[in-house]
């Protein structure tokens, strides 16, 4: 992975609790942080320095994270940042149907689950959204993450002898 120092999120939420946490959570880990407090605000500072990475709330005031979300992706400039949504909305009146639209009804567990989440949103190449299940191991994640990647680049005589020597493994 390279230096989470080379690297800034921008986290949009509009709990101050929330934002401080996250903020915490990722500089404790080395990555620059910017914070905006609501969807409109997002835009404003995604579009002045596109981040490396979004950290996105789905219920907020003046621009939802969900329109947030839809803006980002119609604007060439930002359109292939990763985005992580983290939200307590993902199950109520509030957000769900948002969130469905977005993605797979699942939540960002913990603060281990969201960096390494933030982690692989940086180092995955391609336009990804991703949530990690409840209950879901960051290291288990990062491991099929990688498979899927290394997969992805074999010739099928590696992929062969790879499922065959699972197989044996296994047997």
């Known amino acids: 992975m390279s230096n989470p120092a080379d690297k800034r999120v921008l986290i949009v939420d509009d709990e101050e609790d929330v934002r401080f946490f996250l903020q915490s959570v990722l500089e404790d880990a080395g990555y620059g942080v910017e914070i905006a407090v609501d969807g409109e605000d997002g835009l404003t500072k995604a579009r002045a ?4 990475a979004i950290s996105l709330d789905l219920v907020m005031p003046r621009k939802s994270g969900a329109k947030f979300f839809r803006a980002i992706r119609n604007d060439a400039a930002l359109k292939d940042i990763p ?6 909305h993902a199950r109520d009146d509030a957000g769900k149907k948002d969130f469905d639209e977005i993605m797979s009804a699942e939540t960002v567990p913990g603060p281990e689950t969201y960096l390494a989440c933030i982690e692989r949103a940086l180092t995955t190449k391609g336009v990804k959204t991703f949530v990690t299940p409840k209950g879901d191991d960051p290291a288990q994640a990062d491991l099929k993450s990688e498979l899927s990647e290394l997969i992805d680049q074999a010739s099928p005589e ?5 499922l065959a020597l699972l197989k044996k493994q296994g047997g």
């Open 158 to 162: 590696d992929l062969e002898r790879a």
């Open 49 to 52: 320095n596109p981040p490396d």
């Open 83 to 88: 985005v992580v949504l983290v939200t307590a």
